[in-house]
């Protein structure tokens, strides 16, 4: 696939690759770009197997940069935002030799001994002269795992099977973040297809929708958080998102009443449940129907089964490993535990009922968050909340909600009204025991809850 690649791209020729900032760059000027960066690698002495920091977000360079580095047969390492902490938890676990921070212009650091023979944890993809991919997980408690990937292995399931690249070029956005699998999934996907990359300068609801206007998207993959967003603020009224004709929603289980809130507001639009973790990559899914919670993993390359309620996986393409911590999410039978609280009807279809860390345990009796956001979400006095446990005294744990109102209430309102809305709807020890007002619900860059725990 390595030697194929530049000679897919020179046959797209000047078909659009990638729109950075209203700027189209064609497939000619990718694979040109490409190759000055691979001169630019071997000019300063990068070499293969060496572990790379690629720090940037999507854009021109950074796609070129990417793919040249894979050319290479380097260990990437791309991270959007390197703060100290990151590039400490990165320095310690994965041995990087070079940063390459791509912004207005490319910059390259050489850290330590750029001769240095690769570590142990490399050993594998140096034995196949396989490239590296290395993902940082969101570390939502502690530091962030460090994921290493066979990035031949990524690259031969998405580009290996080449797809119909006749008609009319297809605009695909890089919603994803460029450190993030399904990021990388869109890019391999709009390469395979040969469509163009729409590059958002800013992720935010407003910037993402004026994009699907100007650019008349079709494809929209996002998170059920960032929908809300954009209802909330009635951004789907303010701009024309007719053209829209799938929206593709993962990262974290979505509400009912949020999908019903999503079919009403985008009707011309089928709704598809994705799923995927940066262990073992994006599985193919098909939903039960756009108005359904209910999905099926439909990939020939991912087997799943349900233990004990959990989703556990294993794929073509899963990790090699965790650079920094032991691999004890592998069951002794190679199956991944993707923490996934699931429940299966009788055709098949699974639906995600939680995060098993998320489980909020009240005097023994279990409570998922999702559960009550999702009766919350109902209320036409609630535009969005988040559920979360704290630690207490007597029950162990208590049940808290963060609500952003809809219209003007105080906390004592709200309290009342959430303790009446869920009292016929749910046992006495669900209800929430603190009720706290907030302007928006905290969420992560990549537009997910950023559920407290405790």
């Known amino acids: 696939m390595r030697n194929e690649l530049l000679s897919r791209l020179d046959e797209l020729g000047g078909r659009t690759a990638v729109v950075d900032g209203g700027t189209p760059h064609s497939y000619a000027e990718l694979a040109d770009r490409i190759r000055q960066s691979v001169k630019e690698l071997e000019s300063r002495q990068i070499r293969p197997q060496q572990a790379v920091i690629l720090n940037g977000d999507f854009s021109f360079q950074s796609v070129a940069m990417l793919l040249a580095l894979y050319l290479n047969r380097n260990v990437i390492i791309p991270v959007v935002s390197l703060t100290g902490a990151t590039l400490a938890t990165v320095t310690e676990s994965c041995s990087p030799q070079h940063v390459i921070r791509v912004g207005q212009s490319v910059e390259i650091e050489t850290l330590g001994d750029a001769g240095a023979v690769p570590g142990d944890h490399y050993r594998q993809l140096v034995e196949q002269g396989a490239s590296g991919l290395v993902l940082l997980s969101s570390g939502s408690t502690g530091a962030p795992k460090a994921i290493l990937h066979n990035l031949d292995s990524l690259v031969e399931e998405k ?259 959430v303790a009446e809305f869920l009292s016929d709807k749910v046992d006495p020890f669900k209800i929430p025991s603190k009720v706290n007002l907030v302007d928006a619900v905290t969420v992560s860059e990549r537009f997910k809850k950023k559920r407290i725990l405790p």
Request: some cysteine; glycine content about 8%; proline content about 5%.
């Open 159 to 417: 580009l290996g099977k080449r797809a119909r690249t006749g008609g009319r070029s297809a605009n695909i956005l890089m919603f994803l973040l460029f450190d993030h699998i399904g990021g990388i999934n869109s890019l391999l996907g709009a390469l395979r297809v040969g469509g163009t990359a729409i590059l958002p300068a800013r992720r935010t609801p407003d910037e993402i929708c004026a994009l699907i206007e100007r650019y008349q998207i079709r494809l929209l993959p996002t998170s059920p958080t960032f929908l809300n967003l954009i209802m909330i603020a009635g951004y789907h009224e303010q701009h024309d998102l007719s053209s829209l004709r799938l929206i593709t929603y993962g990262t974290e289980p979505m509400p009912e009443e949020l999908l019903k809130r999503v079919n009403a507001a985008f009707p011309r639009a089928r709704l598809l449940q994705t799923f995927g973790t940066s262990e073992t990559g994006i599985a193919t899914t098909t939903s039960e129907s756009s108005r359904s919670t209910f999905f099926k993993i439909a990939d020939a390359n991912v087997q799943y089964r349900i233990v004990d309620g959990e989703l556990q996986l294993k794929s073509n393409t899963q990790f090699l490993g965790y650079l920094n911590y032991p691999s004890d999410s592998l069951t002794e039978d190679s199956w991944f535990r993707t923490g996934d609280l699931v429940e299966e009807n009788e055709e098949g279809f699974i639906k995600i009922k939680g995060r098993a860390k998320e489980v909020i345990n009240v005097g023994g009796e279990k409570v998922l968050p999702l559960e009550l956001e999702s009766i919350l979400l109902s209320s036409p006095l609630i535009d969005d909340c988040m559920v979360y446990g704290r630690p207490n005294a007597i029950t162990g744990q208590s049940v808290c909600v963060d609500v952003s109102p809809h219209g003007e209430l105080t906390r004592a309102q709200m309290r009342k009204h």
